[in-house]
T-cell receptor
Framework: EPEVTQTPSHQVTQMGQEVILRCVPI?????FYWYRQILGQKVEFLVS????????KSEIFDDQFSVERPDGSNFTLKIRSTKLEDSAMYFC?????????????FGPGTRLTVL | GENVEQHPSTLSVQEGDSAVIKCTYS??????FPWYKQELGKGPQLIID?????GEKKDQRIAVTLNKTAKHFSLHITETQPEDSAVYFC?????????FGKGTRLSVIA
């Protein structure tokens, strides 16, 4: 069964450093998303991406965040200058074209720890 | 914007009993209501969803009901098994980003 994959599974970084989280969405999906889940809290939407541009972003997704689809398979989330409060699980998700925000399939997540 | 409330936050049931988790939403434009199961260390997994043109949907031991008038939707798990133990999230969307509830930690006691 096709699935969303994410690397690395765990990333530890120093405050102020840049990190790039990587995702490979399901191959025939065209909408891509990043979500964040701070430990013990709800899953929060960060950004959606379609046709090589951001469709929608939340208040959390400020100027330190960026997304990119550098090739036909990868979808990345970059955090330019990490803060302690960026420590969280980051989930990538994807969905098919005709359901846009519906029926999203999530990856296993990357646990980001900022020291 | 949409706000989703989920209850209870924790739920313990005996194996074989039923479990019910309830959610309310605020935006009448929401028309898609998925439920996700999250096991320890894993991402949310879609287990069932319902759209606003349907009042109930069933898939084996799992069912979801939707009351659009009251803006309520519920997850029902019958004949619970230890492997049902996980955190369950409801969510709502109206062709907008998914808004999640805070989750329910379900423990099925053998």
């Amino acid at each position: 069964e096709p699935e969303v994959t994410q690397t690395p599974s765990h990333q530890v970084t120093q405050m102020g450093q840049e990190v790039i989280l990587r995702c490979v969405p399901i191959s025939n999906h065209l909408y891509f998303y990043w979500y964040r889940q701070i430990l013990g809290q709800k899953v929060e939407f960060l950004v959606s991406f379609y046709n090589n541009e951001i469709s929608e972003k939340s208040e959390i997704f400020d100027d330190q965040f960026s997304v990119e689809r550098p090739d036909g398979s990868n979808f990345t989330l970059k955090i330019r200058s990490t803060k302690l409060e960026d420590s969280a699980m980051y989930f990538c998700a994807s969905s098919e074209l005709d359901t846009s925000y519906n029926e999203q399939f999530f990856g296993p997540g990357t646990r980001l720890t900022v020291l | 914007g949409e706000n989703v409330e989920q209850h209870p936050s924790t739920l313990s049931v005996q194996e074989g009993d039923s479990a019910v988790i309830k959610c309310t939403y605020s935006d009448s434009a929401s028309n898609y209501f998925p439920w996700y199961k999250q096991e320890l260390g894993k991402g949310p997994q879609l287990i069932i969803d319902i759209r606003s043109n349907v009042g109930e949907k069933k898939d084996q031991r799992i069912a979801v009901t939707l009351n659009k008038t009251a803006k309520h939707f519920s997850l029902h798990i019958t004949e619970t098994q230890p492997e049902d133990s996980a955190v369950y999230f409801c969510a709502a969307s109206g062709n907008t980003p998914l808004v999640f509830g805070k989750g329910t930690r379900l423990s099925v006691i053998a």
